[in-house]
Structure formats: structure tokens, C-alpha cells
């Protein structure tokens, strides 16, 4: 049941049963379903009454020994595992806000996460530390008081600022807790900072717990719900897509500290994993690997993917091989807190590049320059409103003005929405090309290439030209084994299904995208090459 309800000073749609704080979602699971497999990290295998009572310990333990408190901030530095798990809902039971961060990223990077949020605990492990000793050498992170290593027993590498995770999983009791109100912080997570300074976005607890709702609620999972997590739990699909929405129901998460194919194939086969939710590239993966033929995938029940344009021929090529499953195709962001839209259980094949319907909370509108709604299938800038829309960026009153208009967050995607309700993805606002007055989409010329056999991975960008303003050049990377693709070849082949002007006039192959530390393609430095 759907009602209104204030938050952040809107008007919004919000479930009427729903849990008040993120920990109160573990508690409830754990009275429900105490023995039933909650964690599996490794050789590590928890229950949720086991899940619970070491949450509690660590709770209990940031706060008597360590005085982390309500408001405090703990930046987590791990790739996925059970420490992970333990201190997002250890902070989530104190109403400390947790700050996750990314392995990839460089010192400069993580010290201005650290520093800007004002973390007063760093837990991380044995592999970041070269990098946190650094910063602690240039006198970077004066303001963490404590922290915490994983397995840190057996380093050697303990000292009064540093402390083993273990003593956090002693036996201990919370003294009185400050209550913990639905709109008060989670998370602060960092975006990817494609242009300019990473900015906060401030996750709350209704924010989370209404995007594992709405996982829930249009997947139809339920306890009997088995996720492999290989994306990482420092971002929203891996932390709310699966970890806290398959904790809402009941399920089982199983946890890989970083993808790599051939262990997620088996690890997929011999724990039976009936929930999938990856970028697209892990599925194009997968398929050509011959292990993956192996085997044979009957208990596989939902795939989910989002990020990037699917292949059709990876769409069709997961339904011959996952042949009872249904395949969800979703869109958010950090600033969504994961998803806005989600494919319906069952769609037919003319809505196979849609991004799905809004969830049952989430409204949005498609405006043009003028901010006037646009009409179906006109494309424009999509606002997004809801109850999992952060309330705004960490320190940064500039952002938070000129991102959030009377409720609604200013995504910067292009896209359209047809008479049906569903939504297409067109370009991110930054990257539509304009060629001579012509708008083109970079993801309308994409999703073409990605569907050539021999393409791997694609990337389309405006480059200046002298007469036109911009033209558009595609980079390439060609599937292994192949040998003889040329530019014309992909041109011919892009020119058979658009419009002439779209057709790149320069196409480039490469061996890898650019990426950054999260993983998306900086078209920024391809269109400098």
C-alpha cells in the first residue's frame, strides 16, 4: 500500500509497512529467518542470528571503546567481505554515517573522501594500506582518529592508531542508543567525479530502505533468493541492489572480494545462485567462456543489469541459457539510491532497450530547455522525485542548489518515455553531440555497435570540426580472436540502420575504454585522443 508523506520538506510516495532504520530491517530478518544462511564470505557462512549478535559486538564496541557516535563518520576502504557487511549495519544500529570508498582510487583521491567528509574511523585491509600509510606519512588524515584493519592480528602492523577488526567482534553491550529517525544519514557516497571534485551524496535510511522495497516489491524475490555479489558494496547496486534489499527478504548473499570470470561462473553453478545483478560487460563475459558451457543454469529465477547498454544478442543469449529466469533491465544512481526504473517481470521484445517503468515510488518528469514538460517520445532531461532521492551533497550548498528543483533531482540524462509508460536512455546531457544543429545520442549509435558480433566494447563521442561544430568518432574494442574489422566495415554496418548523419567519421580501435576508479568510460579523455 502506497501513501504520501514529508521527507526532506516534499511531498512524496512512500510504502505504508515498511521498516523505520536500515538495522531494523536486519533485526526483523533475523527474528523472522534466525537460521536461515545470511552471509557467505569465503569459507565464512553466517546465519542471521549469527549476523546479528556479531552487529551487535561491533556496535557496541564503536561506541564504548571508541566513542563513535550518532552524526560520526566511519569511511570503510574494502573490496567484499563479511567486515564489510558487519560495519555497514553496526554504523546503520549507532546512526554513524558510513563513508564507503573505492580500492581503485588513488591517495590524492581517497584523502580528499576522508578529509572532506570528516571521517572519525577508517576501516580497511592489508591491501589499501600502502596507500593509507602514505597519506598518514604526508600528515593527510589528521582528522581519523581510529583505525581498523582486517585480519590485523596476523600483520604484525598493529600500534595505537592502528587496530586489528577482531577487537571490534569481542563480546560487548551498547550502552543507551540515540534514536534513529528515517531521515537521518546512512551513507556518504562519493561520485564518480567525472568532471570536477567528487560530491557526497548523503544517502538516508528511508532512502535505502524504499529502494530495497521496490527491488523486492517489482523483482518478486523472496527468502529463498540466492545473490552472487561481485559488483562492488561501494556502490549502490552492490550495497542496496543486492546486499540490503536480499537482507529485507530473507535471502542469501554471497560475497566475491573482486570479479573475476571463471571463479563467478563456479561459484554460480555450485552455490546455485537464482538472483544476478551485474553490468552488462560481466554477462558478455561470461557467455564466452567455456566453463561457463559447462554447466547448466535451471535455478537461475531473476538477472538484472544496468549501467550500460545490453547487447540484444547478450539478451537472447541469456534467455537460451538462463531459461527460467526473467531479465530486469534498471536504472538509478547514487543520487536514487540505486534504482528509479526497473523492467517489468514481462515485457515484449519492441521495449528490449527500455530501461524499464518507474517503481512504485518514484515520479519523474522529461523536460525540455525551457524546463516544459516534454510530450511521449520527445526527448529531454529526466527529474526524478521519491523517498530514495538523497536530500543533497555532503559540504556543498553550490550543488545542491543547482541539482535539486522543487523536490525533483536533476538527473543531466537525456531520455524519452513512450505512451506505455517506458523509458528510454538517450544520452547523458554533457555527451549529446551536436552536429550542424543535429542533435545525435551517442547511446542511439552504441547500441548499435553493440550489437555487431565482433564488438566487444563501445564508446561514442563529438569531436570539434571546423564546419560542423562537432562530428561524432567511435572507439572500438573488438571481441577476442578477431582479425580483420575495419572502419568502413562498422561504418556501412551503423549506416544500414541510421540516419547518414549519425554514422561516425572517424572510427578508432583500441584494446581497452578508459575507465574511471568506478568504472565508467571517460568519454572526456577519448575525446581528446
Request: hydrophobic share 40%.
Amino acid at each position: 500500500m502506497i501513501e504520501t508523506k514529508t521527507v526532506f520538506g516534499h511531498e512524496v510516495k512512500v510504502y505504508r509497512e515498511r521498516p523505520h532504520s536500515v538495522f531494523e530491517m536486519l533485526e526483523k530478518t533475523a527474528a523472522s529467518y534466525p537460521h536461515k544462511e545470511a552471509i557467505v564470505d569465503g569459507e565464512v557462512r553466517l546465519t542471521y542470528r549469527e549476523l546479528h549478535k556479531k552487529v551487535e559486538n561491533v556496535s557496541a564496541n564503536f561506541q564504548k571503546r571508541f566513542q563513535i557516535q550518532k552524526g560520526d563518520r566511519v569511511a570503510i576502504l574494502l573490496n567484499n567481505c563479511v567486515e564489510f557487511v558487519l560495519s555497514v549495519f553496526a554504523g546503520a544500529k549507532l546512526g554513524a554515517i558510513l563513508v564507503p570508498l573505492n580500492t581503485k582510487l588513488k591517495e590524492s583521491e581517497l584523502a580528499f573522501m576522508i578529509n572532506h567528509s570528516g571521517a572519525k574511523a577508517l576501516i580497511t585491509d592489508n591491501e589499501s594500506l600502502p596507500k593509507i600509510d602514505k597519506l598518514i606519512s604526508e600528515n593527510q588524515l589528521n582528522k581519523v582518529e581510529q583505525i581498523f584493519l582486517k585480519n590485523g592480528s596476523s600483520q604484525g602492523l598493529l600500534s595505537k592508531r592502528f587496530l586489528s577488526f577482531e577487537v571490534l567482534e569481542e563480546p560487548a553491550d551498547c550502552d543507551e542508543l540515540a534514536s534513529i529517525k528515517e531521515e537521518d544519514p546512512l551513507f556518504i557516497m562519493y561520485t564518480s567525479g567525472t568532471t570536477g571534485v567528487p560530491k557526497g551524496a548523503i544517502g538516508s535510511h528511508i532512502g535505502v530502505i524504499h529502494s530495497a522495497l521496490s527491488f523486492e516489491k517489482v523483482f518478486q524475490t523472496n527468502t529463498e533468493t540466492k545473490t552472487l555479489i561481485a559488483v562492488p558494496l561501494f556502490h549502490v547496486t552492490g550495497l542496496i541492489g543486492q546486499l540490503l534489499h536480499v537482507t529485507r527478504i530473507g535471502g542469501t548473499s554471497v560475497l566475491m572480494s573482486r570479479y573475476q570470470t571463471d571463479k563467478y561462473i563456479n561459484i554460480l553453478a555450485n552455490e546455485k545462485i537464482s538472483f544476478l545483478f551485474n553490468v552488462p560487460t560481466i554477462y558478455v563475459m561470461i557467455l564466452s567462456r567455456k566453463i561457463f558451457h559447462q554447466f547448466q543454469y535451471p535455478f537461475v529465477q531473476k538477472i538484472a543489469y544496468g549501467g550500460a547498454p545490453m547487447p540484444n544478442d547478450t539478451i537472447y543469449q541469456l534467455r537460451k541459457y538462463f531459461p527460467n529466469a526473467e531479465l530486469h533491465n534498471a536504472y538509478g544512481a547514487t543520487e536514487t539510491s540505486s534504482p528509479t526504473t526497473i523492467m517489468p517481470r514481462h515485457f515484449p521484445d519492441s521495449k528490449i532497450n527500455s530501461v524499464g517503468r518507474p517503481v512504485p515510488v518514484a515520479e519523474i518528469k522529461v523536460v525540455n530547455e525551457q524546463m516544459k514538460e516534454c510530450s511521449f517520445d520527445e526527448v529531454g532531461e529526466l527529474l526524478i522525485k521519491g523517498p530514495m532521492v538523497i536530500k543533497g551533497y555532503w559540504d556543498n550548498p553550490k550543488a545542491n542548489q543547482s541539482s535539486f528543483i522543487d523536490g525533483y533531482w536533476a538527473s543531466g540524462d537525456l531520455v524519452k518515455v513512450d505512451k506505455h509508460g517506458y523509458v528510454y536512455i538517450m544520452d547523458r546531457k554533457k555527451d549529446m553531440i551536436n552536429r550542424g544543429g543535429e542533435k545525435i545520442f551517442s547511446v542511439e549509435i552504441e547500441n548499435i555497435l553493440y550489437n555487431h558480433p565482433s564488438i566487444l566494447e563501445a564508446a561514442v563521442v563529438g569531436v570539434t570540426d571546423p564546419i560542423f561544430g562537432e562530428k561524432v568518432k567511435a572507439f572500438i574494442v573488438k571481441k577476442d580472436g578477431v582479425q580483420m574489422l575495419t572502419g568502413d566495415e562498422i561504418k556501412s554496418f551503423i549506416a544500414a540502420r541510421i540516419a547518414d548523419f549519425k554514422v561516425p567519421n572517424e572510427v578508432v580501435f583500441v584494446d581497452q575504454l578508459p575507465r574511471n576508479p568506478g568504472g565508467k568510460i571517460l568519454k572526456s579523455h577519448l575525446a581528446k585522443l
